[in-house]
């Protein structure tokens, strides 16, 4: 058994990043006969507070957030303080940041954070927040992506490139060909273990068995860690 990070910041090279974890969902992907080779994944809800905040950092600089009003920048600059101070905190900290996620994300109050404005900015804040606002409680109906502190299983990935083909990466080239994989196009299946519990943003009712699928680049914003283990048989 092997734990790993998995390793995300705004504007890092995603695939660079993540030797290992690609190196894995390739094997999990190709591995057939004498090993059974299993991933699980995870985040808490501190390191997610941790990365909604240098989301939001990357937000508050983008050059037109301004033109979205100043109760829509108050907003983020008050969640960008709780997500910092909820990082490596305790309950009380990671319960304020929580409420306050929650009412932004819900329907209706700030729909631009469901919108696709700012090349897709948003979007990401949005599942950030989604996860913050959960604070790990995996309780049912209404609106979600995935929890903290709680492990999901990989079930498969695809890499594709920018064309929306097969990026021709495997485990013997990954090295040097990983920079053709789209994180956007390129996709990973999970499954909760509650057999329900899907991601739903908009907290809508919908037929739920368990499993799903993130695009590359939403996993890896996601999950901060990764259990790689290997079964001979």
């Not at 006969?33 to 699980?40: C, E, K, R, V």
């Not at 306050?100 to 700012?118: C, F, H, M, Q, Y």
Request: charged fraction near 20%.
């Amino acid at each position: 058994q092997q734990t790993s990070g998995i390793n995300y910041s705004p504007d890092a090279d995603l695939m660079a990043e993540n030797e290992y974890l690609i190196w894995s969902l390739l094997k999990l992907s190709k591995t057939n006969g004498a090993t059974s080779f299993h991933i699980t994944c995870s985040t808490s809800p501190e390191e997610n507070a941790g990365r909604l905040a240098e989301e939001l950092d990357a937000v508050l600089k983008l050059p037109r957030i301004g033109s979205y009003g100043s109760n829509f920048k108050t907003l983020l600059t008050n969640l960008q303080k709780l997500a910092e101070a909820a990082t490596g905190a305790g309950e009380k900290e990671v319960g304020k940041l929580a409420t306050k996620a929650a009412s932004a994300v819900k329907p209706g109050n700030w729909p631009v954070l469901a919108s696709n404005r700012a090349g897709g900015a948003f979007r990401k804040l949005q599942e950030l927040l989604l996860i913050a606002a959960q604070a790990g409680d995996d309780n049912g109906s209404g609106q979600k992506h995935v929890y903290a502190a709680h492990a999901y299983t990989v079930t498969g990935a695809t890499f594709l490139g920018a064309d929306g083909k097969d990026a021709g990466v495997n485990l013997q080239n990954y090295r040097t060909q990983s920079a053709k994989i789209d994180p956007k196009k390129s996709s990973v299946g999970l499954r909760n273990p509650h057999g329900a519990n899907e991601p739903n943003p908009t907290g809508k009712d919908q037929a739920e068995d368990g499993r799903f699928d993130l695009s590359l680049d939403q996993f890896i914003r996601a999950f901060a860690t990764m259990e790689v283990v290997g079964v001979k048989k």
